[in-house]
Structures are given as structure tokens and as C-alpha cells.
């Protein structure tokens, strides 16, 4: 490959096994790291040619694509994106919300608004403040900081892909390779497979490199990588996806006055006759 493909992966454990060895898989490639929100933001600005993304800002790009079958995903429990909350859902009236996250924290929205009824005050959590002195009634962490976090303060701990399956029936997508209309991956497109391939098949050495830094056990890494988090996005992921379109558009939360809304076709291109089976 002669052209260079600016590739933008997300700064968490649960990227890891998507990029392991993804540059010595196709040396055209120069990767970077950063919270998922911005890489969102660097794709849309044309800063990226491909970025893993949470998958709400997918469907709010303009005409994007994704790398087939590939994906950060859960069916059940994901252990990494946590609604802490002081109440039960049904009394919670303010969240607070990671900076980092976008697809999470539209399902916050979603699913208080969809199932409880209830519209929240909201407010941004930056990156680096601390979950701990929030005046709000929850507050919602994704990624390795959730998975540190105790905040013994807020009575409840909601894992929202638990949350999801239990009442969607469905698994829940957080992120795909998106890539920008226009951009040709070529061999590229290779890589990301054998990366992944390569990456789950050495999650324990993963786990074993990436959990002193954390400051997490190197077993619970590896089941993390191995056991919770879902990396295919094969049919029944698809419908999730789809599932997770149609709400957040309910809620308004495609709407965005900078961008057109352009990916659910790409996503309906890509897969046909999918959506004809989602509910
Ligand atoms: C499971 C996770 O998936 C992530 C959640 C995202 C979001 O909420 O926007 C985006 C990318 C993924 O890294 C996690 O970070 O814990």
C-alpha cells in the first residue's frame, strides 16, 4: 500500500485486539489514539480517513461505510459502561455524562426516555474529573475508568448492555470501523480482519501487558476481552444496531444541525435484507 490511511482507534483495553499489530498488517496505515467522542469528531472534520466510533455518531455521518463484521459489542452484561445511579431508574431526573462516550450516552437517553418516560437534565462529565463529588442523581462512565470505578456513594450500578438485552432481546453495538465516503481501503481492509484475528487469538498476552497499567487484574482483562465483550458484527448484531437506530431516532438524538444524517442507508447498502427482519 503506497497511500497513507489515517486510522483513529479508541484509547481503551476494549480496542486492544482490534489493533494488534493492525500496522505491521498493512504499514500504510498511521494510528492514533483518543476517547471515542473524538474520534467521531476527527472523522466528520475529515482529520481521519477511518475511526472506530461510537456507533450513533455512525448513523449521524455523512454517508459513511464501516469495515464489515467487525465491532465493539455485548449480548448481556459488558461490564465497562455503567450507569451509577443514587435512585432507580424511575427516579432519576439528572445524569451526568462521560465525555467520551456518545452511543452510551444516547442509550441513557433512550432508555429513560423510552421506558421510563422521563426526559433528564444533562451534564457533561470531562474526561478528567471525578465521578465522585457529582451533585447529579447518575452519573455515566464507559470504558477502563468505569471499570476501576466503585463510587460507593450511588446505591445502584446499571450495566446498560444488561440493560439493553434484557429489553430488546438484542445484542448491543457500541462502535465499528467507520469509514469516510470517498475513502478507498483497499488492501487495508485485510488488515483490520487479520488484526482482529491476531488480537483474540493473544487476548491473554493483551491482558497480561495492558492490566499492570490499568491498575486492574490481568485475569478479569482477559475475560473481558475473551468472554464479555463481542467483537463480530454478524446478523443478530446488525438487527441490535438497527434496533438501536430506530429509538435513537425516537428521541431525537440523529438530529444534529452540523451533519446529515447519511449512515442508515449505508448500513442498509451493506447489508441487504436486514432490515427486514428488525423489529
Ligand atoms: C463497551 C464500550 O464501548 C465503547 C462505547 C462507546 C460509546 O459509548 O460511545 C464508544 C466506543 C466504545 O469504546 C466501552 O467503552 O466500555
Redesign the pocket.
Known sequence: MSTTLRVGA?N?L??KPLIERLTDFAPGIELSLDL??RLADQLAAGDLDVG?I?V?EFFRGDNYTFVPNIA?G?RGP?L??TLFSKVPWEEIRTVALDE??????ALTRIILEKRYGIEPVIQQLPIDTPADDLTTDAVLL??DR?MRACLPGYRFAYDLGEEWTAWTGLPMV??VWAVRSGVDLGEAELAFHKAKEYGLANAGLIAQREAPALGLDPGFCRRYMSNV?RYDLGPVELAGMQKYRELAEGVGVLANPDRKVGGADSLQRRTPGLAAGVR
Open positions: 479508541v481503551y476494549n480496542t471515542p467522542s472506530l461510537p450513533v465493539i455485548s459488558v465497562s459502561v467520551g462516550s456518545r452511543t452510551s450516552a464507559i470504558g468505569a457500541f462502535a465483550l
